[in-house]
């Protein structure tokens, strides 16, 4: 019932910037947490990012200093600025949300994933 877009994913070179963003969409009665993971080839998915809809944020160490996650409460919308990017960085990037749907008087939890957005850094 809730679809994640993502966006803004590409190539850049290193110590380069990029802005992701993923909207949400569809039968949203609130979001907890959003928040981004990626997966790089021959590796598992991580957590790169996460943001409470009271704006705590939780960051993997690897990223501390040069991401910056937000979120947009009003327009469901999460983005993630990149910064200081390096080859170590490359992956794709997923967006995820939890929450809670509503949909005529039926209510659920969710815990949505976008399509991924693959970010390459060269050097």
């Known amino acids: 019932q809730v679809q994640l877009v993502e966006s803004g994913g590409g190539l850049v070179q290193t110590g380069g910037s990029l802005r992701l963003s993923c909207a949400a969409s569809g039968s949203i009665f609130s979001i907890t947490t959003m928040g981004w993971y990626r997966q790089a080839p021959g590796k598992q998915r991580e957590l790169v990012a996460q943001i409470t809809s009271g704006g705590r944020t939780n960051y993997a160490d690897s990223v501390k200093g040069r991401f910056t996650i937000s979120r947009d409460n009003a327009k469901n919308t999460v983005y993630l600025q990149m910064n200081s990017l390096s080859p170590e960085d490359i992956a794709v990037y997923y967006c995820?949300?939890?929450?809670?749907?509503?949909?005529?008087?039926?209510?659920?939890?969710?815990?949505?994933w976008g399509q991924g957005t693959q970010v390459t850094v060269s050097s």
């Open positions: 995820n949300a939890a929450g809670i749907w509503g949909n005529d008087g039926n209510y659920g939890r969710f815990d949505s």
